[in-house]
């Protein structure tokens, strides 16, 4: 191999990254992404207190728990709620958001979660459902721009979800702190 031809292979490998498809759970029956788990926790966590531990999560990951919470039943410790994610400005594209809608049903000793409906908005066009192989509005976005889309929100919902199960994973104390 000549030099020329090491210098031009070098060359791609960036752009190769950044055209790579980014990989996220897709639902058989939706074909839109989703992700989901059944989570088992310390059999001697009552609903009452994992419904808790979901709304104390939501309280202090989200700006304002009030306006992502859209539906909560304690009864059949079901919360959904309506969250986004920040897509900060970069030499590619304009500043925008990825909002998503969370699911947390809990039962004694376990509790589910479905994150879905991952949409991108911008003040200059909305790119749509991020499974979309290309932006709702075609592509006046450029393509790289688009997967650092994708690639941004494949990092931080899968840090909102180990975030969550760092909370509901947490040991029964058994008892309320002495003040």
């Known amino acids: 191999m000549n030099m020329k031809t090491i210098l031009i292979t070098l060359l791609m490998i960036p752009s190769l990254a950044f055209t790579q498809e980014t990989q996220f759970p897709i639902n058989p029956e939706t074909h839109k992404i989703e992700y ?19 709304r ?15 539906m909560e039943d304690k009864g059949s410790g079901i919360i959904i709620g309506k969250g986004n994610i920040s897509i900060p400005k970069t030499s590619l594209q304009v500043g925008s958001i990825v909002s998503f809608t969370i699911k ?19 003040p200059y066009g909305n790119g749509g459902g991020l499974e979309n192989e290309k932006p709702a509005w075609g592509w006046a976005m450029m393509k790289k721009a688009w997967v650092q ?16 199960n760092e909370q509901m994973k947490k040991p029964s104390s058994g008892k309320s702190e002495a003040w």
Do not use: C, M
């Not at 947390?104 to 911008?122: E, P």
């Open 56 to 70: 104390e999560w939501i309280a202090v990951t989200f700006k304002s728990a009030n306006s992502v919470i859209q």
């Open 104 to 122: 947390i049903q809990v039962k004694n000793g376990r509790y589910k979660y479905w994150v879905n409906d991952l949409v991108h908005t911008s």
């Open 36 to 54: 989901t788990d059944l989570v088992k926790v310390d059999s001697t966590l009552t609903s009452n207190e994992l419904f808790t531990r979901a």
């Open 149 to 164: 889309i994708k690639d941004r929100a494949s990092i931080a919902i899968p840090e909102f979800i180990a975030s969550l």
